[in-house]
């Protein structure tokens, strides 16, 4: 039986953040020696630290948070493409590939390769691929990078154009061990009720 593959950052101390915001840190709140007992822990992080989703309400005050999600998006089959040495994602990136009934799509970039130092720049998604992906049906797009939008965006035209469309959004994964192919994707997140996004441990299988 395939195996799966843990496809998520792992979230220690030393993880890269967007610039200003809220760093990641983890520490005994109450220690065994203390208790008695137990050791309980405290984590301190954004919520769009290392692999993790965006809930529409990161970009729209009116839109979903994560509660409000499916959790049924972030579980299931999904295909993975492989589209190096970009500077933009435009729609005509997709022709190449048979994308018929693929709901999620992960596109490998390697846009970001040393995660250990946050990016000046990266491969930007157009509006043009977001209308496409809605075309398509697909509903879910991951991709190896912080973000859909360019790193400076303050008009975030990518997580609008693919919010329109009906497409949700995964970030931050590591597909270096990932070829193009068929896999399962777990990825699910956390139950936030106010969450404007959610970390997720994200774990694939080749079919």
Known sequence: MNRWIDVSQPLTSSITTWPGDTKFNYT??????????VNVGQVTMSLHTGTHIDAPFHFDDAGQKVIDLDPDLYIGHARVIYLPGRTELVASDLEAFDLTDVRRLIIKTDGWVDKSVFPETIPVLTPS???RLGALGIELIGLDLPSVDAIDS?????HHALATH???ILEGLV???????DYHL?????PIVDGDGSPV???MRPY
Request: aromatic share 2%.
């Open 28 to 37: 005994i709140n109450w220690s065994k020696a203390d208790t008695g007992s």
């Open 129 to 131: 691929l977001a209308e």
């Open 166 to 168: 009906g497409v949700h």
């Open 186 to 190: 777990n990825a699910v997140p956390l």
């Open 201 to 203: 441990r994200a774990l």
């Open 154 to 158: 303050k008009e975030m035209s990518a």
């Open 175 to 181: 597909l270096d061990a990932i070829t193009p192919g």
